[in-house]
């Protein structure tokens, strides 16, 4: 059963997402597939919406640099996305 549908583990599984910035799924809902995820805000703090990017397992996790990658070019778009979204005023300010 995907880690964060499991109560005990919920808690500590957003604080990790959170600690890291995006979100993962190795093969829990979808077999044979992964996924990283990262939220879109609106306002510093306020997330309004979530960007992933999917691809088969064997090849999102097949090397850390890879999946290095593939993370910071997420982070990119996402923060791209969450400027575009922010009101003028604030502009430069941190988006997670």
């Known amino acids: 059963m995907?880690?964060?549908r499991q109560a005990k583990s919920r808690?500590?599984?957003y604080q990790r997402i959170r600690?890291?910035?995006y979100s993962?799924?190795?093969k829990e809902s979808n077999l044979g597939g992964s996924c990283f995820g990262?939220?879109?805000f609106s306002a510093p703090g306020k997330v309004d919406a979530a960007i992933c990017?999917?691809?088969p397992t064997s090849r999102m996790l097949a090397d850390e640099a890879r999946q290095q990658r593939i993370v910071q070019a997420l982070r990119d778009a996402a923060d791209e996305i969450s400027r575009k979204l922010m009101p003028p005023s604030s502009a430069g300010a941190k988006v997670d």
Request: proline content about 6%; aromatic content about 0%.
């Open 2 to 4: 995907p880690k964060v």
């Open 19 to 21: 600690a890291r910035g």
């Open 38 to 40: 990262m939220a879109i």
């Open 24 to 26: 993962t799924d190795a």
């Open 53 to 55: 990017l999917s691809m």
């Open 11 to 13: 808690g500590a599984e």
